[in-house]
């Protein structure tokens, strides 16, 4: 079973461009969540999407957003690009049953200039 | 809202020795789920093993075994006959069991297992 698909793995950008991240979850797992990791915060979670709705959302600004898709793949995109967006931002995805664990992707290292 | 505290940022163990990693939590709720990830150098997120918290019983998966302590909201991961390829970061992670999948991590610990 192919795990969870995270494209691109590096990217880099200028401040005020905007960027898209996607994630392919694993066949079966309706639930996708995203999570920004940096050496300052730590692992932060970003949103929850469950058959294609948000469920969840933490505390980021609006430049944030995200969407899932009917075969529950989902993206995240950044807009207006700032410094402090640079990280590793993580992928997850779940069955959604009881104890069943999230599982990561290898993750998507975005560098701001 | 629930917190995760790892006190220890590092810790080091000899090859085939067992080593302890720290993590308490904070929580009104009374039903959730307690998870530990490892993230070796290759960034991958890796499950090492998961409590429920209803259940006594500690979990245990291999070398790796933990000490759940409701009461003291306190969930520690022991590794047992540690090994070079158990080198990594850990972090212990919370979830709520109210039906969303958002997990609060702490801040991690290292861990270098020398030879």
């Known amino acids: 079973k192919a795990g969870v698909t995270q494209t691109p793995r590096y990217l880099i950008k200028t401040r005020g461009q905007q960027v898209t991240l996607s994630c392919s979850p694993i066949?079966?797992?309706?639930?996708v969540s995203w999570y920004q990791q940096t050496p300052g915060q730590g692992l932060q979670f970003l949103f929850e999407?469950?058959?294609?709705?948000?469920?969840n959302k933490g505390n980021f600004p609006g430049r944030f957003s995200g969407r899932q898709f009917s075969n529950s793949r989902s993206e995240m995109n950044v807009s207006t690009l700032e410094l402090g967006d640079s990280a590793l931002y993580l992928c997850a995805s779940s069955l959604v049953a009881g104890n069943q664990p999230q599982h990561f992707g290898d993750g998507t290292r975005l560098s701001i200039l | 809202a629930q917190t995760v505290t790892q006190s220890q940022p590092e810790m080091s163990v000899q090859e085939a020795e067992t080593v302890t990693l720290s993590c308490t939590y904070d929580t009104s709720e009374s039903d959730y789920y307690l998870f530990w990830y490892k993230q070796p150098p290759s960034r991958q997120m890796i499950l090492v093993i998961r409590?429920?918290?209803?259940?006594?019983q500690n979990a245990t998966e291999n070398r790796f075994s933990v000490n759940f302590q409701k009461a003291a909201k306190s969930f520690s991961l022991k590794i047992s006959d540690s090994q070079l390829g158990d080198a990594a970061m850990y972090f212990c992670a919370y979830r709520s069991a109210t039906g969303n999948e958002k997990l609060t991590f702490g801040t991690g610990t290292r861990l270098t297992i020398i030879p």
């Open positions: 066949s079966g797992h309706r639930s």
């Open positions: 409590q429920e918290a209803y259940k006594q």
């Open positions: 999407y469950f058959s294609e709705t948000q469920r």
